[in-house]
């Protein structure tokens, strides 16, 4: 072998042989338009198979709703040029030309290029059918389907999806188009346990939940899924301190929101009725004329947060007015049943009353709006002195002629209750 590389014969033939085949590939492209440079006298067939048919059209116009996908292509010509084309495959093509075509169905002749000019080619089917619809553009709502929903972390749920935008512009053949039922993202909520926020592909489905590939603009949407543990709304209750200054009246209180989301554990949740404490209570002594205040709203224990954070309570002021009533009853509660219980001599049972307030809240009020009482609950047998309570409207003051009166408290029998 080594004496056949060494042979100056063997080089020369091989150098021969590549110079042919290097001008042959280089005059390769110009085989559609010169003779041969091949011997001519061995003829052969060459046999291309199923080759795909390429539609020229109008593609921002027009869709293909319907066409001759193949055709069967075979070459006859010099064994040598066959020989050439099959080991070099030169850029070529088998087409139809409908670039002027309009909208309908149009059956042409099947056309080719790229071939070598000593070939002939052979197409079958020789002609095509392709139908053309114009593209249209509809516009589709995204809908999310949220899937592994049952795998959320425990205690929690989700809320409504919020995507944007919120439609897509679909655009294909007029039948095409009305295949569309949806478009839908999917959402994997497997261990979800807070918001979700993604960016996803938009799928097109038809009426039987197959895909559908359409142009669609845009691909991808921004979807948002708040998840949230159990909740439960409260109303807020918000305490007074201290006494305004002197001359003026609460008139109205507004309180914004008067009603606020908790959230925690159920169990937790289960538990609570109202939102109170120590920072919902506005100081009186504080306020000289229509004020708003905001307030810190706290999370009761064992909750996790509520929303809003805080509220805000507007405290309308006014002059103080004042309304004398005379003779008012006093009521005694909390009498035990084996009591018998009696004002003592000189002491009052009915009392002169000043009720203060905003003019609004002293029209039409009545002695019987109004409940003045001592509560003897819990007093032993006896004579006692009883500070004097008042219940009634909201926003006013009440004071009276005496703030105690007395009491004598005897215990019976059974025989004397009979």
């Known amino acids: 072998m080594d004496k056949l590389f060494n042979s100056p014969w063997f ?6 042989f590549l110079a042919i085949m290097l001008f042959i590939m280089v005059n390769v492209d110009n085989l559609n338009n010169q003779p041969s440079i091949l011997p001519t006298f061995d003829h052969g067939n060459l046999s291309l198979g199923e080759l795909e048919l390429t539609v020229l059209y109008d593609e921002e116009r ?38 002027e075509a309009g909208e309908g169905s149009h059956t042409v002749d099947v056309e080719h290029r ?23 553009t509809v516009s589709v709502p ?11 972390e425990p205690g929690f749920s989700p809320g409504t999806p919020v995507v944007s935008p919120v439609n897509i512009e679909v655009t294909a053949g007029r039948s095409k188009v009305e295949q569309v039922a ?80 908790v959230y925690g554990p159920q169990d937790v949740l289960d538990e609570l009725s109202v939102i109170e404490g120590e920072d919902l209570s506005v100081d009186l002594s504080a306020i000289e004329d229509t004020e708003t205040i905001t307030l810190d709203v706290p999370v009761p224990e064992g909750a996790e947060s509520v929303s809003p954070a805080q509220i805000e309570v507007t405290l309308h002021i006014e002059e103080e007015d004042e309304l004398e009533m005379a003779e008012v009853p006093i009521d005694i509660v909390g009498i035990a049943d084996n009591m018998e219980v009696v004002f ?19 029209q039409n009020l009545e002695v019987g709006d109004i409940d003045i009482y001592v509560d003897v609950n819990g007093l032993s047998e006896g004579v006692h002195e009883v500070p004097l309570e008042f219940e009634g409207p909201s926003f006013l003051r009440y004071k009276a002629d005496a703030s105690t009166t007395e009491l004598r408290l005897t215990a019976q029998s059974n025989d004397e209750r009979r």
């Open 142 to 152: 995204v809908t999310v389907e949220m899937i592994n929903e049952e795998e959320i």
């Open 114 to 136: 790229g071939f070598p000019g000593d070939l002939a080619v052979t197409v079958e089917p020789r002609m095509a059918r392709v139908q053309l619809e114009e593209r249209q």
């Open 182 to 261: 949806s478009a839908v993202v999917y959402v994997d909520m497997t261990g979800a346990e807070g918001e979700i926020e993604q960016d996803l592909e938009v799928q097109l489905l038809n009426a039987a939940g197959e895909p559908l590939d359409f142009d669609r603009e845009p691909q991808t949407v921004n979807v948002r899924i708040p998840v949230e543990s159990p909740s439960v709304e409260l109303p807020v209750r918000v305490t007074r301190a201290g006494e305004l200054p002197d001359g003026l009246s609460i008139e109205s209180v507004e309180i914004e929101p008067n009603t606020v989301t």
């Open 11 to 16: 080089v020369k033939i091989i150098s021969f």
């Open 62 to 99: 027009y869709d293909i709703v319907e066409q001759t996908e193949t055709v069967q292509v075979d070459l006859e010509g010099p064994r040598g040029v066959l020989t050439v084309f099959r080991f070099a495959r030169p850029s070529y093509e088998v087409f139809v030309d409908l670039t």
């Open 344 to 362: 003592t001599d000189g002491s009052p049972s009915v009392v002169a009353l000043s009720v203060f307030g905003a003019s609004k809240h002293l």
